[in-house]
């Protein structure tokens, strides 16, 4: 019992790396910063709009002729999402931009967090509203794999519970799964027979030297 324990850890351990990984992502969906002011206001003089890195964690303001009071309400109202405070601001232009940023960025984040395509198209920049569909993409995609290992582990614990090895291979897919199906009913036969060519059915590499570790008495967690 407690080599098949260790097997399902094993298994356990590959599918929550995924599952961090993935929620990774989804955290990084809540903080995303679209803000950037498009060029015809950024540059009004024809000026290089090529920033610092570093300047870029920070809301970006237009050049314009904004008093510091402006430049301190359109730097809020970006940073936390709030349009209210670009009605704070007395030169139109800023004001007019503000709006726009703010909304696209409400905009790409609702739909992120709604997994919604349909959402990005709320978007007025078209580099942005792409960049939205991009990361929904690529989450869903995350989510369905992580949901897949999910499946496979299950599936692996009710094969291995009838003892069918050719299941392992014939009914499942990931390979994480297909080992710790085999593992989980090569090693107790191993262990009780004492003999660690039996852990050659396996097919993993790593798996098989732990199965025969575990044989020899030679494991060490």
Do not use: R, W
């Amino acid at each position: 019992m407690k080599n098949l324990h260790f097997q399902k850890l094993f298994y356990g351990a590959a599918i929550i790396s995924t599952v961090v990984l993935f929620a990774g992502c989804a955290d990084m969906s809540g903080t995303a910063d679209i803000s950037g002011s498009q060029q015809n206001l950024l540059n009004p003089q024809g000026q290089s709009n090529q920033a610092d890195p570093e300047a870029q964690t920070q809301p970006q303001i237009p050049v314009l002729k904004m008093s510091e009071a402006d430049e301190i309400a359109y730097q809020a109202a970006i940073t936390n999402s709030k349009i209210d405070f670009c009605d704070k601001i007395e030169n139109v232009e800023a004001k007019t931009q503000c709006q726009t940023e703010v909304k696209d960025k409400i905009a790409f984040n609702d739909a992120i967090s709604k997994s919604s395509t349909q959402e990005c198209a709320k978007i007025s920049n078209t580099e942005q509203e792409k960049a939205c569909e991009m990361k929904i993409g690529i989450n869903t995609e995350l989510q369905n794999e992580t949901q897949k290992n999910m499946d496979e582990g299950k599936k692996a614990d009710e094969i291995a519970a009838t003892g069918d090895i050719a299941k392992c291979k014939s009914e499942l897919t990931v390979p994480a799964a297909i080992a710790a199906c085999q593992s989980s009913i090569i090693i107790p036969q191993a262990s009780t027979k004492k003999d660690p060519t039996l852990c050659n059915q396996i097919e993993d590499t790593k798996s098989a030297e732990t199965c025969k570790e575990i044989v020899n008495g030679t494991y060490k967690p």
